[in-house]
């Protein structure tokens, strides 16, 4: 049974609506009853003190591997799980790339009963678009959407057969499904770092800007053809955010998103080839991180994900050219957005710079995921009374320096730990709410 609970004297902010305010919010049966002011009459279980704190609606992460079934020496539906709600992460989506591939409804619908079970946070799976990710046969997307899945993905497997994504696309637009893809041609994207001058002096394969805007004038293409509804993942170049702006000004049903690796990030942080460098798709040039961070402001691009993808030690800690791709995220994605936006640079950040930070991670996915999300999508990513009480409580002024034996996160491998000194960073988790119950809450707790 829900508890009521009580969070008084907090920050009250909600990017969709505009809502900046101190006052308090009251939870009852799973939903906000009531922001700013509460009734006297109002019976709490819990009190939460939020003096200082900025209480938001729960973050909502397009991007995340759970390494969950097939991967679990490299992470556990539990542990990643527990990680987004230290993160303040309370809906995130999977990708396909398990194993078994999630191309088989019985598959999804364990996985949706196991983070239930969790109650750590909302799980959204993505459907393998093609059997086994293999590029060849369509899979069954009407049962998959069934079981639960909220869109078809190939994660980093690129379709070679264009009729097959054509087709893909025109059932995927008839029935009103999304399709999410990455834009990588499969014949250029097989370098481990961006082409220029870092790539070359290092003497590592390149992946040219080439390789991403290739594809994305064949995804922006099949879409005009098919009308079908298609979210760009994980935009990396300055030519790929004008693309995107492009598409976009001539009105076709796109959306996309940017990881929080290529928006702070550039080529030069290799240095000497670190292999927490090692990123799919590859750290670019200033020029393109700058231009990502204007297309995220300008709202070219809809969301910031963190692309937490958990990576054994054993696959890390090789050369760089053989180091599995990939770096924990869950954890950093509210802070790195704070840190985006400017908002870290004062302990109680202005309205607008914090605003900005969080829609990208709130309003931006849950207008990505649109009616996927059902019966939340009216209220998810937002402070709304009888909405859904999915919250995250955090302190602006606290610093942290990311220190991979402290994530709670499987994976300890992120490029922002640097060997011994980290990423200091500003915001710091205290509590996460999913469906009015704590998923998350700091050592010490908040109150009775």
């Known amino acids: 049974m829900s508890s009521k609970i009580l969070i008084r004297n907090g920050r009250l902010v909600d990017p969709a609506s505009g809502l900046d305010q101190v006052g308090d919010l009251a939870i009852a049966g799973g939903r906000i009853s009531a922001i700013g002011s509460v009734s006297a009459d109002f ?58 591939t999630l191309d088989e409804p019985g598959l999804v619908e364990m996985l949706k009963l196991r983070a239930r079970k969790l109650s750590r946070c909302r799980l959204f799976p993505l459907g393998a678009l093609t059997r086994g ?26 379709v070679r057969d264009t009729q097959v994504l054509q087709r893909a696309l025109q059932y995927a637009g008839t029935f009103g499904y999304s399709v999410w893809l990455r834009p990588q041609d499969p014949w250029l994207g097989k370098g481990v770092a961006a082409s220029g001058p870092v790539a070359t002096r290092l003497g590592l394969a390149g992946v040219p800007v080439a390789a991403e805007t290739v594809a994305l004038h064949t995804m922006i ?69 700058d231009a990502l961070q204007a297309g995220l402001a300008d709202g070219t691009l809809d ?114 730990a640097f060997q011994t000194t980290g990423f200091e960073l500003a915001g710091r988790v205290r509590a996460t709410l999913v469906a009015g119950q704590v998923a998350y809450e700091q050592e010490g707790g908040l109150g009775a």
């Open 221 to 289: 293409e099949l879409v005009r053809a098919t009308g079908a509804r298609v979210h760009l993942c994980r935009i990396s170049s300055a030519a790929g955010v004008e693309l995107v702006r492009q598409a976009k000004a001539q009105g076709l049903p796109i959306t996309a998103d940017v990881s929080i690796n290529s928006l702070m990030l550039t080529d030069v942080d290799i240095g000497y080839f670190n292999p927490a460098m090692r990123l799919n798709p590859p750290l670019r040039q200033g020029r393109d991180r």
């Open 303 to 416: 969301a910031l994900v963190s692309d937490h993808t958990p990576v054994d030690a054993d696959e890390k800690t090789l050369p760089f050219g053989e180091a599995t791709p990939g770096g924990t995220g869950l954890e950093l994605l509210l802070s790195l957005a704070l840190k985006w936006s400017g908002a870290d640079a004062q302990d109680q950040p202005d309205a607008e710079r914090l605003r900005q930070a969080l829609a990208v991670v709130t309003q931006g996915p849950v207008k990505v995921l649109g009616e996927a999300l059902g019966s939340l999508s009216s209220s998810a990513g937002r402070l709304v009374s009888g909405g859904v009480a999915d919250l995250v409580l955090f302190d602006p002024a606290a610093r942290w320096r990311v220190e991979p034996d402290q994530l709670i996160s499987q994976g300890k491998h992120t490029p922002f």
């Open 43 to 100: 019976a709490p279980d819990r009190v939460i003190d939020a003096t200082g704190l900025v209480v938001a609606p729960g973050l909502v992460d397009l991007a995340a591997r759970l390494r969950e079934p097939g991967y679990e020496h490299e992470g556990m539906l539990e542990s990643e799980l527990a990680a987004a709600a230290a993160g303040g992460v309370t809906s995130v989506v999977c990708l396909p790339d398990t194993d078994p």
């Open 133 to 158: 990710l293999k590029g060849e046969a369509l899979t069954e997307m009407a049962e998959l959407t069934e079981a639960g899945c909220v869109g078809f993905s190939q994660a980093e497997v690129a």
